[in-house]
């Protein structure tokens, strides 16, 4: 069980808006940035969004991150084929001294 | 350009130990705190331990606590995870990965991350 819950998959069409949950509670979401990182089959995650709503460069702006209170959300609008790919939320527990990932979310594109 | 090299993973005996090792350049190594993050067949991301860029703290997920290490060389631009007692379920791809924050004490933006290295932890 993660300590971050994500939904296990999400799915979409061509030039739809998706978006992906992530719950925590208030010692990571609450009180600590929360981050979104993209991981392609078979490659090392990428970092898609920091500091909650941050992207860093070269990162499109169809990729958008928001926090509220003990929860986040990944949007994705615009989706394209090679947005296939797993999703994780993370962020740092202050209970935990540590760092936690949610369990992922395979987006698939119909 | 930031790369991360990690080395040092194989096959090993469960009670066994191995030391992985994370080769850092294109960047002022001194100046970031780095983590380890492993990935089981199949399953999602786990965190395992961070380090601050001075070594000075140093963090544990609760699965490794009292097993695993985590060093860093300064003068050799270099990290390391030293496991020891380890269990089928350390079974894993073992990433390395910077943290995007200076200075800082732990951030969790990862803004870097090696290509993995593989440990199978089986008799």
């Known amino acids: 069980q993660s300590v971050l819950t994500q939904p296990p998959s999400a799915s979409g069409t061509p030039g739809q808006r998706v978006t992906i949950s992530c719950s925590g509670s208030?010692?990571?979401?609450?009180?600590?940035?929360v981050y979104w990182y993209q991981q392609l089959p078979g490659t090392a995650p990428k970092l898609l969004i920091y500091r909650n709503n941050q992207r860093p460069s070269g990162v499109p702006d169809r990729f958008s991150g928001s926090k509220s209170g003990t929860s986040a959300s990944l949007a994705i609008s615009g989706l394209r084929s090679e947005d296939e790919a797993d999703y994780y939320c993370a962020a740092w527990d202050d209970s935990l001294s540590g760092g936690v990932f949610g369990g992922g979310t395979k987006l698939t594109v119909l | 350009q930031v790369q991360l090299v990690e080395s040092g993973g194989g096959v090993v005996q469960p009670g066994g130990s191995l030391r992985l090792s994370c080769a850092a350049s294109?960047?002022?190594?001194?100046?970031?705190?780095m983590h380890w993050v492993r990935q089981a067949p199949g399953k999602g991301l786990e965190w395992v331990a961070f380090i601050r860029y001075d070594g000075s703290n140093k963090y544990y997920a609760d699965s490794v606590k009292g097993r695993f290490t985590i060093s860093r060389d300064n003068s050799k631009n270099t990290l390391y995870l030293q496991m020891n007692s380890l269990r089928a379920e350390d079974t894993a791809v073992y990433y390395c990965?910077?943290?995007?924050?200076?200075?800082?004490?732990?951030?969790?933006?990862?803004?870097?991350w090696g290509q993995g290295t593989l440990v199978t932890v089986s008799s």
């Open positions: 294109g960047f002022t190594f001194s100046s970031y705190g």
């Open positions: 208030s010692s990571n979401i609450g009180s600590n940035y």
């Open positions: 990965a910077k943290d995007g924050l200076p200075y800082g004490d732990h951030g969790f933006g990862l803004d870097y």
